[in-house]
């Protein structure tokens, strides 16, 4: 099916490790973006970007990196995971920023726990 | 500075009855403004979007919102609840203009129970 997959689902780190949550989507959207969601918090815009090569820092961009090589792919870093990067991760996608009346498609989110 | 508030975190209401869940937005500028419902464990899924023209939407699942500019409000609307609709709903604004194209400023969102 067609949509953006994230992957892992669940992940529970270690203070100070590393990892990867991988975005794909398969739409040949130009617009990718990572948020983090935090209760009676909403949701906060990371990372984002606008075509492969071109990304940017949204609101809480501390602590994450990002690049986008591909299209298709929009993979998010945490470098050194801390307790307040707990939280539930959601990728999305749109078809393209100049078409801003399009909605995004989210992933159904990793969910996130550092120890 | 584009923001979203939805001033109610938890909204309850009877099955059959009519159900609204606020939202005002600030914006510099005509805004995109859409509604997502997120249920349980679940990614958010779009229901819904004002970019221009009639005041009132109608989107996915019965639902409508009213686009108010003089009171820079787009409220959720649906005349009879149903108890799937128990969810958390969130209002977001998009930047149409400036040097965050595309960006989607989110509320705080609102729980909407239905109960029985």
């Known amino acids: 099916n067609a949509g953006v997959t994230q992957t892992p689902k669940f992940q529970v780190l270690k203070t100070g490790q590393s990892m990867t949550l991988q975005c794909a989507q398969d739409?040949?959207?130009?617009?990718m973006s990572w948020y983090r969601q935090d209760p009676g918090m909403g949701l906060r815009l990371i990372h984002y970007?606008?075509?492969?090569?071109?990304?940017d820092q949204g609101e809480v961009p501390n602590g994450y990196n990002v690049s986008r090589s591909t299209t298709e792919d929009f993979p998010l870093r945490l470098l050194s995971a801390a307790p307040s990067q707990t939280s539930v991760y959601f990728c999305a996608s749109s078809p393209s920023f100049t078409g801003q009346g399009t909605a995004c498609t989210f992933g159904s989110g990793t969910r996130l726990t550092v120890v | 500075a584009q923001s979203v508030a939805q001033p109610e975190d938890q909204v309850n209401v009877a099955e059959g009855n009519p159900l609204t869940v606020k939202c005002t937005y600030s914006v510099s500028g005509n805004p995109y403004l859409f509604w997502y419902v997120q249920y349980p464990n679940r990614g958010l899924q779009f229901l819904l979007k004002y970019i221009t023209g009639d005041n009132l939407v109608k989107g996915s699942y019965g639902f409508e919102a009213e686009f108010n500019k003089s009171q820079t409000s787009f409220h959720l609307k649906k005349p009879s609840a149903l108890v799937s609709d128990s969810a958390l709903y969130f209002c977001a604004v998009r930047d149409p203009r400036g040097s965050t194209l595309g960006r989607l400023y989110f509320g705080r969102g609102t729980q909407l129970t239905v109960w029985p």
């Open positions: 970007s606008v075509g492969a090569g071109i990304t």
């Open positions: 739409m040949n959207h130009e617009y």
